[in-house]
């Protein structure tokens, strides 16, 4: 599809419109209206007397849909004139877009990552829940059940909210490295075979940055409320390597405020019961076990080196060591998987009841995966199916959602959702996810974020992306976190 931006610049607010509604056009941008040919959208801006008016045409298949907003923009700030211009591009876009669709997305116009969030401000701004659902609902078009499960995930993270003081923190540690690459993976991780050497080095920064770091937050007077340790896959690490990065948190950091300690074990075919006795004895609380999927022929089909087998045999090992609060991951929208192997999956995991299971969507690479309409339009068919029964089933065996997030490009434009049994919600997930308190990530890859609770203002520090840059920036990594924790008045 061709587009235009006329009198405006907002070119990520058109694209990110476009493909959240249409992921399988390829988007070029023409200069003019003279220049563009069908499948088109001009998105139009004109300002005058105080007022905002934005006006998109969208023409497919011999059809012209055309809708207009207006707004007042007299007497706003930099900061409400962009937010109020970019919500009028985008509206328009997507109100001229949706005739075009089999049916409205069940996010409607929202395509920001955090819809809880979103809500929780309308909230915070005065607004009751119930006002809130109507806001999400009439304004947004977004349907009633992700209303209902924003809402939710809203009140959850207001709940915790309270429970954060003015000096607690979160970390984060990475281990950027897998066994090996699955076939749908877009974070940064290096699989042992390419970067196994690097692991030792690798530990020994990250052991310096803990130190750095943990003296950086003894004097800035602020306590450890929670840590997660993700990846990657961080039993990667043998057993002697994840004791020292356990020993080396604990003995710098202060963790008599700790109330979550969470390890991503991840892998099935990494985990042992040595390294699960290692991370016990170290108080980790809470473990996550992925499987992604139970049916061994869509395990085989996304690259994972494990089985169905090797997931109950590490759940069953995390159980006997000790943990009670075990989290699983599943992907809807695998390579191979049908609305029924995914139902399957979920029943499995029922049966094995762990306190934490979170439903993702598979993400695709924009304009890459889907590009034949038909194929799209299936796969969107068959994940809302699978997450239609998942969260039917979850519900049934006494589970509740209690966050969710969306991602850019995700298959159908879904989401993720964490589901729990009562009172097992993770913290961790709720305030990064939430933004709710600053956390400091340590390892490669790590964002750090400085959350001033009171304004919702976010200031960050970003870590070297990948393993050989992160050891090679040893001496410069507790810069970003001085940063955000003496920021200069
Ligand atoms: S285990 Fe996770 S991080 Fe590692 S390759 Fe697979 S998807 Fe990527």
Known sequence: MIYTLENHELKHAVEEMLFHLLPTETLSRADTAEQITEPYCRSILTEENGEAAARAIVCMDGVT????????????????????????????????????????????????????????????????????????????????????????????????????????????????FCPSRCYYCSFVSATTAQSGKLIEPYLDTLCREIEETAALVRAAGKQVQSVYIGGGTPTTLDEHQLARLLSALENHFDFSHLREYTVEAGRPDTITPEKLRVLKSASVGRVSINPQSMNDAVLAAIGRKHGSADVLRAFDEARQAGFDEINMDLIAGLTGDTAETFAQTVDTLLNLSPENITVHTLAIKRGADLTDKAAAAAQRETVSQMLDGASHALQNAGYGPYYLYRQKFMAGGFENVGWCKPDTECFYNVSMMEELQTILSLGAGGVSKRVVRETGWIERANNPKYPLEYIQAADRLANGKKKLLFPKK
């Open 65 to 176: 849909q055309e809708a207009e907003k207006r707004a007042s923009i007299a007497g706003l700030g930099t900061l409400d004139y962009k937010r109020t211009i970019t919500e009028l591009v985008k509206t328009t876009v997507y109100d001229a877009v949706v005739p075009f669709l089999p049916q409205t997305p069940v996010w409607g116009s929202l395509t920001g990552v955090r819809p809880a969030k979103l809500a929780r401000g309308m909230i915070e701004r005065g607004m009751t829940r119930g006002e809130a659902a109507v806001e999400l609902r009439e304004h947004f078009h977004v349907s009633p059940e992700r209303t209902a499960l924003t809402i939710r995930a809203a009140a959850t993270a207001m709940e915790m909210d309270k429970t954060i003081g003015e000096n607690d923190i979160s970390l984060y540690v990475g281990i950027p």
